[in-house]
């Protein structure tokens, strides 16, 4: 598991505490079989005894039917923030866009760089929206002929 993404022992060991109640009423063993890992290992989840991989958390969500990326949220793997980046742009897209080339060609890391093309995707969200006003605003005022 790499250092930027740990799961929260605590509330890794809440989530299970919930599944446990609402899939098992509370027993242990039928929900480790459900599961199917060994009892121990569910024992030392709700110990916050070791630490839990991604696909730990993938396997309890797709096994009792909830959400996977709303589960490593919730349980600190992924921040809401991380779910919302776009994409990179395509090399045909940073191509026919002066302002994304910019972007693109900076020494920046990937991260700061996707901060900048959301703000400018974000004022150019702005201005077409500012530009949409003035052709309604024309739209309104016009004399018919």
Partial sequence: M???????RAEWAAVVREVLET????????????LKINSKTLNRW???EVDVSEEYVRL????????PM????RVGYYRAADLTLKPAPTPLEIAEDA????????VHPPR?????RE???????QRQAAEVEEVQWWIDHAKEA
Wanted: glycine share 10%; aromatic share 2%; no cysteine.
């Fill in 2 to 8: 790499d250092s930027e993404h740990r799961i929260d």
């Fill in 46 to 48: 709700l110990g916050e």
């Fill in 23 to 34: 899939e098992t009423g509370g027993k242990k063993e039928p929900l480790a079989r459900l």
């Fill in 99 to 106: 302002a994304l080339r910019v972007i693109e060609e900076s």
């Fill in 70 to 73: 709303g589960l490593l949220t």
């Fill in 60 to 67: 309890v969500a797709r096994t009792t039917g909830r959400d």
């Fill in 112 to 116: 700061v760089k996707a901060r900048m």
């Fill in 119 to 125: 703000r400018l995707y974000e004022l150019r969200r």
